[in-house]
């Protein structure tokens, strides 16, 4: 499977060289950057509706991450990763933007991924802020953190880019079992339990940068499944976190930066011991130690990247006097609802009718194509791409630049059941979505994908 690649990397290698429209020959350069964002003072845990309390300790430090790319033209792109439940398009925006307009490094180019940790910090912009209900001194709490975070991610960008030096990319993908899909079906609809014949996605993508002289820099390794492991009250990066740490260990000197895969249907069975997260880390840095241990494909640019921004419709939106009606209701959720969507109307004098969805897309040469979309992806997305495209080259992340709720493929929402419809509420947002919204996601990716 590897050595197909190889010879695609190396043909791509030539022609770079003997190119006769003159693509700049140059040397790929890496940069690395991380940071602690562990919170210095008490915040509400993210992830969970049925916390009663702030977190205060951690298990182990959350971190974000960064890891940037020149290509041998000379072009840069950015890979963020932390250990959050997400991050949001009204941070990751500004950040994109100050980073473009001082970097010069455009949008397209940028991309920050969230582990969807239930073990880190809720922030002040979180999509599922509605499920937490935070007033008073958690709500301040959780604007300063976010400010700070907000910080913390600019520096960690900046750090990695002082750092560029020159060095070599490598590409393969391992396999690891614990992620479960999370669907069963039952004679009454779907439940949240294990599916036995529900589909999985077991590739662990995984791109290692070396420097010049062959030592490991930086590993980027992805994998499907909800950080759910741990609903601790202490601050931690679930299964992702103890991978990081093992990988780390296993490779000192080198920085670990997982993301996150198409997972939202995808839970890490059995769970909620610290032990099985640490196993389950153990694991996925084992599955991550083969690859680099094996014969890996080498990368060459140069690298594209296409970003686009698309609206997902969702279906008819209630009308004024029906979330009228809903704020009567005893389930303090759905009055958190209407009580947002009482203020759309007031300020907006309607409901959204779409939610934003970015779909990125970012080819290494012939070796790998990345595909990044926003939200709480779905396996039948990864599984899609990779029957699309050769399944050997793909590294597909969801929880990517924004989440703006659960994001079905048309089977799921066809299915109904929390993915399909239910979590809507925790989102916020009425719903669900329109049946068009994996034809419209696919269709953007294979727009970008064709892309010149
Ligand atoms: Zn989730």
Known sequence: MVSRFLSGGLIA???????????????????IGRVVITPESPVWLAGYASRTKAGESALHDIWAKAMVIEDETGAKFVIVTADLIGFYMNQTEPIA?????????????????????????VVDNDGLHITYGLEGVEQERATAYT???????????????????????HWGIGEAFFGKNRRMYTIGGVTNNYNPIGPVDNDVPTLVAKSADGTIRGILFG??????????????????????????????????LFAQGCGGDQNPLPR???ELAEKYGAELGAAVSSVLNGTM???????????????????????????AKQLESDNKYVVRRAKKMQRQYKEDGKLPTTLPQSVQVWKFGEAVQLTALSGEVTVDYSLLIKHHY???????????NGCPAYIPSLRVLKEGGYEGAGAMLYYGVHGPLEPTVEQDIMNT????????
């Open 13 to 31: 290698a030539l022609c770079l060289l003997i190119t006769p429209w003159g693509v700049a020959e140059g040397t790929m350069k890496i940069g």
């Open 97 to 121: 933007k100050q980073v473009e307009t001082r970097h010069g490094i455009p949008r397209a180019n940028i991309l920050f991924n969230a582990s969807h940790t239930h073990c880190g910090p």
């Open 147 to 169: 400010k700070h975070l907000g910080e913390l991610l600019v520096q960690v960008i900046d750090e990695a880019l002082a750092d560029l030096q020159p060095g070599t990319l």
């Open 223 to 256: 994998y499907a499944c909800h950080n759910t492991v741990t609903d601790l009250q202490q601050f931690n990066g679930d299964y992702a976190g103890f991978a990081q740490i093992e990988i780390e260990k296993a490779f000192p000197g080198a920085t670990a």
């Open 272 to 274: 909620r011991k610290i």
């Open 297 to 323: 494909t080498p990368v060459t640019g140069p690298i594209t990247a296409r970003y686009k921004l698309i609206p997902l419709a969702l279906t008819e939106a209630p009308t004024e006097a029906e979330v």
């Open 390 to 400: 050769p399944k050997e080259k793909q590294f597909v992340m969801g929880y990517t």
């Open 445 to 452: 990716i294979h727009e970008l994908t064709k892309a010149e």
